[in-house]
């Protein structure tokens, strides 16, 4: 199984300041028929569902703000968001699917300093 | 509006079985593929299963922790996916979620709408 590895685990942040969260695979997910590398991000706020960020690398989801951007190749992969505001507080995952089983992260819990 | 809403859960014994329900509106059920998370108490999140839609086969895919005892199946007149948990673990302990996937590409996926999710409690 592709396992999925965040840096950090908790991410202490000030609003209007930058942020970034890691994340690392232990395979390759790029996929070499398509040229996509299948890494997702997804948050879970406190007390809610988890809702979809950044999908296929670096494809915003319907709705998600602009200052959140996904990045990364091969195995390395990263989280940024431009200006932290207070409403992104909670927990965010990183999620392979490059192959089955799907994997994700720990979790990157982000909270207000 | 899309709409999932899971229903179902409860508390159940070791070794019985349960069955979850994801009723979905405000899209066309048949055209999409689904899936299923859970969550246990103060943990992170875990794939569970996913089945394609019909115009794809229909086929199901599952995490080694639940393959051979949970099974997902999809009733599109009832525009209803269900995730048959069989041979209960008390580590199956979890918050289910239903997620809603779009196809893109061949045989690829994400997960764009969730639900609220159902509480499952396997204990004695």
């Known amino acids: 199984d592709v396992v999925m590895t965040q840096t950090p685990l908790s991410l202490p942040v000030t609003p209007g300041e930058p942020a970034s969260i890691s994340c690392r695979s232990s395979q390759s997910l790029l996929e070499s028929d398509d040229g996509n590398t299948y890494l997702d991000w997804y948050l879970q706020r406190p007390g809610q569902s988890p809702q979809l960020l950044i999908h296929t690398l670096s494809y915003r989801a319907s709705g998600v703000p602009d200052r959140f951007s996904g990045s990364g190749s091969g195995t390395d992969f990263t989280l940024k968001i431009s200006r932290v505001e207070a409403e992104d507080v909670g927990i965010y995952y990183c999620m392979q699917r490059k192959e089955f089983p799907w994997t994700l992260g720990q979790g990157t819990k982000v909270e207000i300093k | 509006e899309v709409q999932l809403v899971e229903s179902g859960g409860g508390l159940v014994k070791p070794g019985r079985s349960l069955r979850l329900s994801c009723i979905n509106s405000?899209?066309?059920?048949?055209?999409?593929?689904m899936t299923w998370f859970r969550q246990a108490p103060g943990k992170g999140l875990e794939w569970v299963g996913f089945i394609r839609s019909r115009l794809y086969g229909g086929a199901a895919e599952y995490a080694p922790s639940v393959k051979g005892r949970f099974t997902i199946s999809r009733d599109d007149s009832k525009n209803t996916a269900y995730l048959q948990m069989n041979s209960l673990k008390t580590e199956d302990t979890a918050v289910y979620y239903c997620a809603r996937a779009p196809k893109h590409g061949y045989d690829r996926y994400y997960f764009d709408y969730w639900g609220q999710g159902a509480l499952v409690t396997v204990s004695s």
């Open positions: 405000g899209f066309i059920f048949r055209d999409y593929a």
